[in-house]
């Protein structure tokens, strides 16, 4: 379809292009509102111009960035990674890895996945029991030679049995263990996925489930947002400032800037760029900043100090050591091993992934304009989450992917809830992640920055998921202890574990990893028991909210089955046709999945879009 620019009628009659060029990809009757008008700038179906979408993109790319380099700079050391120019190569090869992999799982999922534009990155979920398997007895990194030792200019260990081994086979062979774990028990998510159980759990989920579901996943992370922001809270709260400045008081600030439009060519035209790219600003200005107190050593160049990790050249090495080229590929360490201890502990990761993506699916449906996602959709997202997991572990990154709760803060703060920015920016990852010397650039941003932005989009997350209790009956005491006890026990069992580490005690070692790692995840406790006791106690469907949740899109107005219906074909169907094939409705993947009767249609054909 034709690219239009906005306009905005001024008092005088007249119209102003605002220079924000868009390619309208749903009809105009379909644009995401909300009550309080202020309108998303582009809702999932919507294609901005190619230039906008690659800055957009570049600022979820950016987003990402913080969270990503921290799972390869932790595995480092329990993976016996050396502290020398060699270790700093193999810690730039794990952190392109990771790029590489993120990048091709948030295509993937964007395109022929759940289809909302949710980025896929490296979780925390398989870090405890990933530590567990690198803890056990032959798994203990052998003792160093002295330095020097043969004049060799690769780092040497003694090791268990006293033969001398190089420094990367130390690690590799560590890495193929951990790799082997993580692909076979990720396959348990791909048949979840790929089976429909997931999906035949969405019928007893109902808005009091996910309130306090998503609403952890958003409390749950202010852990890391304050242990980015610890080093020094004065830059960490200088760029929340600036991101909060420009998307709340600044956001219908409109710039005049160079535009093109099909009608008016090149023009002068009024773009609100501090709704569209708060983040970018915040981390320039950050960014920036930080560099300059690095340059003046305002922030010493002491390892032992505080402010220490606040300097822009804490991680320089990385970008001097790293290739200019480098192409990840399945079994780069070697052929990954399989053992049966490993397996089970990482289940542990895939249960509480699996139940945090759907928490993350909800949250984004809600803020990029999209209705809740429907069966088949969540079916496929698990399954391609459960792919990329299994990519990941034979690729090896040193841990899995899975929805980025950052990024999904980030729609909310920027209103830009499009499909295309987030495919764009797992191009970028695929890109940057292959000429790993520019990518590393990114990877000297300050912790303190990073910290900064996630203390405001946790906290976007944690209101969206207070939100969908809108449509609940707030003034049943049946309701409101539900709630109030899975938020308390959601954020009191996790902190309870972390007090106690190795309190879980039964026979079974692999027991204890998965039980452990479980009762870790706040949105898993939490979401649990209002899942139970939402299904469990006495109240009627009008009083969990459970009709008004289903039949109504993104909080504006309720629809009826055949509106939910056409407005999730929009989002969800994948873009070819797929009612071809008279078996397709026992798909669970598919979108005609448990219908009755299954015909091809036009419009089906026709309105699927990439």
């Known amino acids: 379809m034709e690219n239009k620019a ?74 016996c990674i050396a502290n020398d120019d060699e270790g700093d190569v193999a810690r730039a090869l794990l952190i392109t890895s990771l790029f590489f992999v993120s990048g091709i799982c948030t295509i993937l999922q964007t395109t022929f996945g759940v289809r909302l534009p949710i980025m896929q990155g490296g979780t925390f979920s398989f870090l405890p029991p990933t530590l567990a398997i690198l803890a056990l007895p032959h798994n203990q990194c052998p003792a160093p030679l002295p330095e020097g030792f043969m004049n060799s200019s690769k780092t040497l260990y003694n090791d268990t049995d006293g033969s001398i081994v190089d420094g990367a086979e130390v690690w590799q062979r560590r890495m193929r263990e951990v790799q082997g774990a993580i692909a076979v028990a990720s396959l348990v998510q791909v048949i979840l996925g790929f089976s429909g159980a997931i999906g035949f759990l ?66 002068i035209g009024r773009t609100p760029i501090f709704k569209m790219f708060p983040v970018l600003f915040a981390l320039a200005c950050g960014w920036i900043l930080s560099l300059i107190f690095t340059v003046t050593n305002v922030f010493p160049n002491d390892k032992n100090h505080p402010y220490y990790r606040a300097r822009t050249d804490v991680r320089s090495n990385v970008i001097s050591n790293a ?24 289940f542990a990761g895939v249960i509480a992934g699996v139940m945090e993506s759907i928490g993350d699916y909800y949250a984004c449906a809600r803020l990029s304009g999209a209705p809740n996602p429907p069966k088949h959709a969540i079916n496929r997202g698990i399954f391609t989450e459960g792919f990329g997991c299994v990519l990941a572990g034979v690729i090896g990154t040193g841990t899995a992917t899975t929805s980025f709760s950052e990024n999904i803060g980030a729609i909310g703060i920027t209103r830009v809830g499009s499909r295309r920015v987030l495919q764009v920016a797992g191009c970028l990852f695929v890109i940057l992640g292959m000429l790993s010397k520019f990518g590393s650039i990114f990877v000297t941003i300050p912790d303190p920055i990073i910290g900064g932005l996630f203390c405001v989009a946790f906290g976007m997350i944690t209101a969206v998921g207070i939100s969908n209790l809108q449509y609940v009956d707030l003034n049943s005491p049946r309701n409101l202890f539900i709630i109030g006890f899975s938020l308390f026990m959601g954020l009191a069992v996790p902190e309870w574990m972390k007090a106690n580490r190795g309190i879980i005690q039964t026979p079974s070692v692999e027991g204890n990893q998965i039980i452990t790692v479980l009762l870790q995840t706040s949105m898993l406790v939490g979401g649990f028991l209002a899942f139970i006791f939402d299904n469990t106690i006495p109240g009627t469907e009008k009083e969990r909210g459970i009709l008004a949740w289903r039949t109504t899109e993104h909080g504006v107005e309720p629809m009826d089955e055949d509106q939910m219906k056409k407005a999730e074909s929009e989002c969800y169907n994948l873009p070819f046709p797929t009612n071809c094939c008279r078996f397709s409705r026992f798909i669970p993947i598919l979108p005609e999945f448990g219908q009755q009767n299954v015909t091809v249609s036009e419009d089906n054909a026709t309105s699927t879009r990439i």
């Not at 409390?219 to 420009?246: E, I, K, R």
């Not at 099909?262 to 023009?267: D, G, Q, Y």
Request: proline share 8%; net charge negative.
């Open 202 to 267: 969405l019928q007893f989920i109902g808005p009091i489930t996910v309130a306090p579901a998503v609403a952890l996943i958003g409390l749950d992370l202010f852990s890391a947002a304050s242990y980015n922001a610890s080093p020094q809270w004065g830059m960490a709260m200088f760029t929340a400032f600036v991101l909060v400045l420009c998307s709340q008081y600044l956001k219908n600030v409109k710039i005049p800037l160079p535009a093109y439009s099909s009608t008016k060519k090149c023009h």
């Open 323 to 346: 290739p200019w080229f480098y192409f990840p590929y399945p079994g780069q360490w070697g052929l990954p091993r399989v053992t049966v201890a490993g397996v089970i502990g990482m």
């Open 6 to 79: 906005y306009e905005e009628e001024q008092d005088d009659g007249i119209k102003v292009c605002t220079g924000v060029e868009i390619r309208e990809n749903r009809p105009i009757e379909n644009q995401t509102k909300t009550k309080d008008g202020d309108a998303l700038l582009y809702s999932i179906e919507d294609t901005p111009s190619w230039y906008t979408c690659v800055i957009l993109g570049l600022q979820h790319y950016l987003v990402a960035v913080g969270g990503l380099i921290g799972l390869p700079l932790l595995v480092a050391s329990p993976l």
